[in-house]
Every structure is written in structure tokens, then in C-alpha cells.
Nanobody
Framework: QVQLVESGGDLVQPGGSLRLSCTAS????????MEWYRQAPGKQRELVAG???????YYRGSVKGRFTISRDNEKNTVYLQMNSLKPEDTAVYYC???????WGQGTQVTVSS
């Protein structure tokens, strides 16, 4: 059973930066697209960014130019570098693969002054 463990969330001021990490319990990265999602209180979970097995990337419009997704297949880890953070980026952030595996616990990102 694959397990996903997200980390790196924190409280940060507007304009700040964070780097999130997601590590899988076994190697799925070589074959699968990996995605980051987020869920704010009272809202649906939404796709933030994705990276294919060939390292092609895609982003939701509101984070384009501010967030960067990357992957390290040898470490079974996908990263989300988040710059110029805004209060509306506040959410629990999750990663998952395509096809989906069981969701991890997520990591809380709070952007507030």
C-alpha cells in the first residue's frame, strides 16, 4: 500500500515563501504524474499543479508564476516551491498521483500577517 506524507507547511506572512515536500512509501514516481491539491475551509479540494513522468508541468491560473512543482524520482519526492504567497493560498495542501492512491494527511499552509 502506497503512503503519501506531506510536509513543509507553516504560518507565513503575505509575500513569503514555503517549500512543500511529498514523499511516497514506495517508488511510483518513475511512472506516474504527480499532483498537488489544496483545500481551504468550507471549499472543495482543488488542483494546484502537476508534473508528468517526463517532468512536464501545469498549474492553475492563480498560482502560475508564483509556484513551481518539481520531482526527485530517486528520493520518491515531489516538491512545491511557493513564492509571493497570498492569504488566499491558505489551505491544507495534499499530493497524489495519477491514478490516485489513498490521500495523506496533508500539510497546513497559513498566510497571514
Amino acid at each position: 500500500q502506497v503512503q503519501l506524507v506531506e510536509s513543509g507547511g507553516d504560518l507565513v506572512q503575505p509575500g513569503g515563501s514555503l517549500r512543500l515536500s511529498c514523499t511516497a512509501s514506495r517508488s511510483i514516481f518513475s511512472f506516474n504524474t504527480m499532483e498537488w491539491y489544496r483545500q481551504a475551509p468550507g471549499k472543495q479540494r482543488e488542483l494546484v499543479a502537476g508534473i508528468t513522468s517526463g517532468s512536464g508541468t501545469y498549474y492553475r491560473g492563480s498560482v502560475k508564476g508564483r509556484f513551481t512543482i518539481s520531482r526527485d524520482n530517486e528520493k520518491n519526492t515531489v516538491y512545491l516551491q511557493m513564492n509571493s504567497l497570498k492569504p488566499e493560498d491558505t489551505a491544507v495542501y495534499y499530493c497524489n498521483s495519477i491514478p490516485n492512491v489513498p490521500w495523506g494527511q496533508g500539510t497546513q499552509v497559513t498566510v497571514s500577517s
